[in-house]
């Protein structure tokens, strides 16, 4: 009798047979179980494709990249909101590299140990409770008040004005508004954010070397730069989104949620605005959540891609794809070879032993002309870059009195796209020209030159400080007492107050209407805005009337310039990114490459993205002439001198850019001594040659 037909598989014909009753199997597993197979298969083979892990990978960076740069876009606000000085801001935006420093090491350690997809899931997850609490402060303190006045909009307004001595002001402060309760609580705050920071760090350490050493294992050989080239392009637009989401959640009023019954007055053009810079952190975390929820369904080990993606023609032969694939491999599984007398780290060592051999392994790469000396460049890039950063937005709001909005829209649609455009030209130049090291070196240097030639004019291109009463006339010299009239003197005026009004006649601003001797107020409407206009002021002339609000700035229009001048001075710098990587590459031992690339991100994040937000914070407070105070302690600065910010903050770029310089040039001369050693000794070889 000839077999049943369930016993396909044991026929003798099997050769013959196989297929059919395969097919026949998965015909029939379909026509009885067609919901299993549709729901079960797909997903099964999407999260089985490299391809698919490319498209979550490039998502997750994007919003991480979102969520860690939102802060500086919103420094500003942040700074007015909870009374925080530069240094204390830049300490803030800077201390999420103290988590990521803190375990970057043994994230290299581990390497492919660990599950990395879910390792990438669960950081992603840390980033975004990291965002929510983030934006935690804002629901647990009390409502925004910027006028140290209570809520009521006719109280607000009343609260500024000349009051005889006799008279308590409706917005004195209490004993007990300054008790160590408050205090506490605002500690509280601050420690909420850098205790958030710091979990951000930590949540983005697996991120990126997991995903990218995760592509490289399972994606086929030749397709490997591709993916990864692709996932460095998308990730590059997240700092520029997160100004452009910042500048969106910053024309929003800060207490959007809570708004106070009697509405306000302020608008964003006014020094006391302060946006909704909470909301964005919600926005980025919920985006983050989105984009990691894929990486748990991610197998630990995938099948090796197979096929090469077809996206140009073909250059290698088939022999010489099959050599570099092993080399590859070999690369990537086998040990390190080592060196006699020279510690390697190879992949087999303890956590004891990886921290033992790591110092002398270090100290050997320090040693290393080339290295250090591309890194240090490195270093002063990133510090220029992260204090740019960081702090770009505020000297644009300061300098031009344009909207923090305004401020981050500029930053995210010109200086952001021109600094990817930089490094996409960088990487062009060295692959098309087939750079040497010593090529690599010159155009390096030529980018700092350049950098440095466009960074002269911005030092001439700002605004000067305007007068202000009360505070100084001319910030060059001391204190003119025809701005300490003696108008205002009968008014009980509250120091710590800010309510600027604006003397539009003389272009004289007073702190607040008190100090401009004001005694009454209308509300005119307009379009549908309500403007407030402070009448009977005893310090205008022929006690007129005065606008609420700061002066208007005379040379507003000059943000474009300095803008684009900016801008393009990202660019060039930009441009020596890839071939200063090249240079790493190139100039250490290839046992050594992979080791040189985690230490030369380790050093920028020490060096660089770390102090260069402090260091930037602190000269900012040198130029402050006015300090807001809470509780006798300085908060939030309310007046810069604009010259001197200008020139200190540009001042600090120039020398971070003047060391980049300096670094590049000594690597060209080390490279060019190297070459004429070279040349000599091939000469002597030669001459030897032909003596025999």
């Known amino acids: 009798m000839g077999p049943r037909i369930g016993e396909g598989p044991h026929t003798p014909d099997r050769d013959n047979k196989t297929v059919l009753v395969t097919e026949d199997m998965q015909e029939s597993k379909v026509s009885m179980e067609p919901q299993d197979t549709l729901q079960d298969a797909q997903p099964r083979r999407l999260f089985h494709s490299i391809k698919f892990f490319v498209l979550c990978h490039s998502i997750l960076q994007l919003a991480q990249l979102m969520i860690s740069g939102y802060l500086k876009s919103s420094i500003s606000t942040v700074e007015k909101r909870f009374g925080l000085s530069s240094q204390t801001s830049g300490l803030l935006a800077a201390f999420n590299e103290v988590g990521s420093v803190s375990l970057i090491l043994f994230v290299s350690y581990f390497g492919s140990r660990v599950h990395r997809p879910r390792m990438i899931g669960c950081g992603a997850i840390l980033v975004a409770l990291a965002g929510l609490l983030m934006a935690l402060p804002h629901f647990i303190s009390e409502p925004y008040r910027y006028d140290n006045s209570p809520e009521d909009k006719s109280q607000d307004t009343e609260a500024s004005l000349c009051l005889p001595t006799t008279v308590a002001p409706a917005s004195v402060p209490s004993n007990d508004s300054c008790s160590s309760r408050t205090e506490a609580k605002h500690l509280t705050m601050v420690g909420i954010m850098f205790t958030a920071q710091t979990l951000l760090g930590i949540g983005g350490v697996p991120i990126q070397p997991f995903g990218i050493s995760y592509i490289d294992d399972f994606a086929h050989h030749s397709n490997s730069p591709l993916y990864i080239g692709i996932l460095f392009a998308v990730t590059t637009v997240g700092p520029g989104m997160a100004y452009g989401l910042g500048s969106l959640m910053l024309r929003l009023y800060v207490d959007i949620d809570r708004m106070p019954e009697g509405g306000f007055n302020l608008t964003p053009k006014d020094p006391r605005w302060v946006g909704a810079w909470w909301l964005g952190f919600l926005v980025s975390a919920g985006l983050v959540v989105l984009a990691a929820s894929p990486y748990f369904f991610f197998p630990r080990e995938m099948p090796k891609e197979k096929h090469e993606l077809h996206l140009r023609r073909k250059v290698l032969t088939g022999t010489a794809s099959i050599v570099s694939k092993d080399e590859e491999l070999t690369s990537q599984h086998e040990p390190l070879k080592k060196e006699t007398g020279l510690p390697q780290i190879a992949p087999d060592l303890t956590v004891v032993q990886f921290i033992k051999v790591f110092p002398s392994v270090l100290l050997r790469m320090l040693r290393h002309p080339i290295f250090l000396l591309v890194v240090l460049s490195q270093v002063c890039t990133s510090s220029m870059v992260a204090g740019m950063a960081t702090f770009l937005p505020k000297l644009l709001e300061r300098q031009f009195s344009v909207t923090a909005s305004f401020a981050n829209l500029l930053l995210g649609t010109l200086a952001i796209p021109l600094a990817i455009v930089g490094i996409v030209l960088g990487g062009v130049l060295v692959?098309?020209?087939?750079?040497?090291?010593?090529?690599?070196?010159?155009?390096?240097?030529?980018?700092?030159?350049?950098?440095m030639v466009l960074s002269l004019p911005l030092f001439f291109i700002g605004c000067p400080t305007h007068q202000i009463a009360g505070i100084t006339q001319d910030l060059g010299a001391q204190t003119e007492p025809s701005l300490f009239p003696g108008c205002s003197e009968p008014c009980s005026c509250?120091?710590?107050?800010?309510?600027?009004?604006?003397?539009?006649?003389?272009?004289?601003?007073?702190?607040?209407?008190?100090?401009?001797?004001?005694?009454?107020?209308?509300?005119?409407?307009?379009?549908?805005k309500s403007q407030v206009f402070y009448t009977n002021c005893s310090c205008v002339a022929g006690g007129g009337t005065v606008p609420a609000g700061s002066c208007e700035s005379a040379c507003s229009h000059l943000v474009m310039p300095f803008i684009l001048l900016t801008s393009l001075g990202a660019m060039v710098a930009s441009i020596t990114h890839t071939p200063s990587f090249m240079l790493i590459l190139r100039g250490v031992k290839k046992e050594d490459k992979i080791l040189a690339v985690g230490m030369q991100f380790m050093l920028l994040r020490v060096l660089a993205w770390m102090p260069s937000p402090v260091i930037h914070g602190s000269a900012i407070d040198t130029t402050c002439v006015h300090w807001a105070l809470s509780c006798g302690r300085r908060a939030v600065c309310r007046y810069y001198d604009h010259d001197l910010l200008r020139t200190r903050f540009i001042g600090l770029q120039f020398f971070f850019k003047s060391g980049s310089l300096v670094c590049f040039a000594l690597v060209m001369a080390i490279l060019r001594q190297q070459n004429k050693e070279a040349s000599v000794k091939a000469t002597v070889e030669s001459t030897d040659l032909q003596q025999l």
Do not use: W
């Open 431 to 451: 692959k098309r020209l087939h750079l040497s090291p010593m090529q690599c070196s010159v155009l390096c240097l030529l980018g700092s030159l350049l950098c």
């Open 494 to 528: 509250q120091s710590d107050d800010f309510n600027p009004v604006c003397d539009t006649s003389t272009h004289v601003e007073y702190i607040t209407p008190c100090h401009a001797g004001c005694t009454g107020h209308v509300v005119q409407e307009a379009l549908g």
